[in-house]
């Protein structure tokens, strides 16, 4: 495809149906507000402003031109401005199809390449599905020869059977993963469904901002707000409370079927392929020879249900980033011994369960001064507090030491996650109390270490360990200094050796 190709025609019509769509609420408001010149003015500003974004897009339409050579991918837009952009095949790191409802309404998708620099790849906003889905085959490896086996034995490609009954499907064949309904459970487990659910309040009230309207002129939030004022405030703040955490549950439901709506985590020549989606639908391809291996992470509620996700770690993704780390995940929140054996399946060995090495005590007794030291020292000013006002309860400070309830625990917990280890050709690290985190890293895509000590860890003879990877760092908390060296030289030898002194 050596030609300059324009993007599909059909993109005109779903810009259109962009203005139409955000009318609808603000139409809603103003039917609830009344017709006036409050509500009038800025639905007509926003008219204007919709009707602007339409004809940007008709513009970007006409400017913009898309070609694929042998080593690049190269697009042009703007119309009175130019610009130019390029990318080598070989450094496209993911391929990213995503198609909104509108889009797939009008048989659209978004192309997306992702490379090692962040801000250097580009987008194709709007393909027809057709085209998408043949650009993600042609470019999901860079444009080199498609390996046949996959790194544990089997071969890929291969005729894909239904699921069993635990959402995994038998080793050789194509498919690896798909969703379960009753995975729902876990996801309720893994999200703050209070806040979500106070969301729709808040954007409620938001609109009512933006056409000047107070909420005490709408009549059935009148009506509402005396209904709660009428009851006593404990009852009130109990329904509110369950009220907060059904429509949280029922926002977090919704938000899981929306983003893992069919999904299917299977194999392709290359790779792995990942689809999901109901409104939005997604397919990404994931080169085989971009991956370093897998997270494994586990909330503290979705442990307690015995529940886990699980990620790929992948060269270019930056983990920092929440949308570049939704994109490598490899399974949603789902049962842990499914998440186990799918990481068995991409491996192509167990070694996310191999046995690791105990961290030494003093890296527990850190844990536990870290818990107790800071509430103490809280407990001092709110007892100042208590004694210096007198609408200050004096019995506030021992707010202090009831937090060591859940501290104390958690620095517990904490010290027993701790573990490191070497299986195959992983390395293997695990931390993490709150959300405990389970990795496995190839150890040929080790680059450096980096040894650190805080002035806590210097008194209890502790170190922190880091290795750095083009996947992010992956750290070994709290070892002996002797330990961890001892760990690096053999996870890499060699590479510590010009940096270590001999007696």
């Not at 130019?84 to 790191?93: A, L, Q, T």
């Not at 501290?407 to 690290?429: F, K, M």
Request: charged residues 20%; contains cysteine.
């Amino acid at each position: 495809m050596s030609a300059w190709q324009r993007l599909d025609p059909r993109m005109v019509g779903a810009e259109v149906a962009r203005v139409v769509a955000p009318m609808v609420p603000a139409t809603a408001a103003v039917a609830v507000a009344g017709i006036g010149w409050r509500t009038l003015v800025p639905l007509a500003c926003l008219l204007a402003a919709l009707a602007g974004v339409a004809g940007a897009g008709l513009a970007r339409h006409h400017s913009t031109r898309y070609r694929i050579t042998d080593e690049l991918v190269e697009l042009r837009t703007g119309l009175l401005f130019r610009r130019s952009r390029s990318v080598p095949r070989e450094r496209v790191r993911a391929v990213d199809v995503t198609a909104g409802p509108v889009q797939r309404l009008f048989g659209l998708a978004v192309l997306r390449l992702g490379t090692a620099d962040q801000e250097a790849g580009l987008s194709l906003n709007a393909l027809s599905r057709t085209d998408a889905e043949r650009l993600r085959v042609l470019l999901s490896d860079g444009g080199a020869a498609l390996p046949t086996e996959w790194p544990g034995g089997q071969a890929a490609g291969e005729g894909a059977r239904p699921t069993d009954r635990r959402g995994t499907r038998a080793a050789g064949d194509g498919g690896l993963a798909a969703l379960r309904p009753r995975w729902l459970l876990y996801a309720l487990l893994s999200s703050w469904s209070p806040l979500i659910g106070l969301a729709p309040v808040g954007v409620l009230f938001r609109v009512l901002d933006i056409f000047g309207v107070e909420p005490s002129e709408v009549a059935f939030l009148r009506t509402f707000w005396g209904a709660v004022t009428s009851i006593p405030p404990l009852v009130a703040g109990l329904l509110g409370v369950l009220a907060a955490l059904l429509a949280g549950a029922a926002g977090v439901s919704l938000l899981h079927v929306e983003m893992w709506w069919r999904f299917r985590l299977t194999r392709e020549p290359g790779g792995l392929r990942v689809r999901r989606g109901l409104l939005t639908t997604r397919s990404l391809s994931l080169p085989a020879e971009r991956m370093r291996g897998v997270e494994l992470t586990e909330p503290l509620p979705l442990r307690w249900g015995g529940g886990a996700s699980l990620r790929a770690l992948v060269v270019g993704a930056d983990p920092d980033d929440d949308e570049e780390r939704t994109s490598a995940d490899l399974l949603p929140p789902a049962p842990r011994r499914v998440a186990l054996r799918v990481a068995e399946q991409v491996l192509g060995a167990p070694d996310l369960t191999a046995p690791l090495r105990p961290h030494p005590p003093a890296a527990r007794r850190l844990r536990l001064a870290r818990a107790l030291w800071p509430l103490a020292l809280l407990a001092v000013p709110l007892w100042a507090l208590g004694a210096w006002l007198s609408w200050v309860p004096d019995l506030l400070w021992l707010l202090a030491p009831a937090c060591l309830l859940v501290t104390l625990p958690l620095a517990v917990d904490s010290a027993r996650n701790l573990g490191h280890g070497l299986s195959g050709p992983h390395l293997l690290t695990r931390y993490g109390a709150a959300r405990r985190r389970t990795a496995a890293v190839r150890k040929d895509a080790v680059i450096g270490w980096k040894l650190s000590r805080s002035p806590a860890q210097r008194r209890r003879g502790l170190m922190t360990l880091t290795a750095t990877t083009a996947v992010g760092s992956q750290r070994v908390k709290d070892v002996t200094p002797a330990q961890g060296v001892a760990f690096a030289e053999e996870a890499v030898p060699g590479l510590l050796a010009p940096f270590r002194r001999t007696a």
